[in-house]
């Protein structure tokens, strides 16, 4: 059976930097394999899983893989998708998530 390593996504290392000056903890993970998520992060004393997905992929590359829907499915605990550095400290409470506002309010 051939070996590789798994690459990360190409905005991971902005997301972890981003993560990082806000004080919190990353452990990039994304070589594990077999559906986990890409970072366990820290932060104020949780633990936080994450999935990153680049939003310069193609459309089909945003999805999760089989692999990944089977592993977030049977997870009991806390797992996020993210594109963005800023979507990663929502995640995590750093930022306020400020919603949607439409014409008219």
């Known amino acids: 059976?051939?070996?590789?390593?798994?690459?990360?996504?190409?905005n991971q290392p902005d997301i972890?930097?981003?993560?990082?000056d806000e004080g919190a903890t990353v452990t990039a993970c994304h070589a594990v394999g077999k559906g986990f998520p890409d970072l366990v992060v820290g932060f104020r004393g949780v633990n936080y899983l994450i999935e990153v997905k680049d939003p310069s992929q193609p459309k089909h590359r945003h999805?999760?893989?089989?692999?990944?829907?089977?592993?977030h499915g049977g997870w009991k605990g806390q797992v996020a998708?993210?594109?963005?550095?800023?979507?990663a400290l929502r995640v995590i409470g750093a930022i306020a998530d400020v919603?949607?506002?439409?014409?008219?309010?």
């Open 63 to 71: 999805e999760l893989t089989l692999a990944q829907i089977k592993w």
């Open 16 to 20: 972890i930097k981003a993560l990082r």
């Open 99 to 105: 919603p949607f506002r439409g014409s008219g309010s």
């Open 1 to 10: 059976m051939p070996h590789y390593r798994a690459a990360s996504d190409g």
């Open 81 to 87: 998708k993210v594109f963005t550095a800023d979507e």
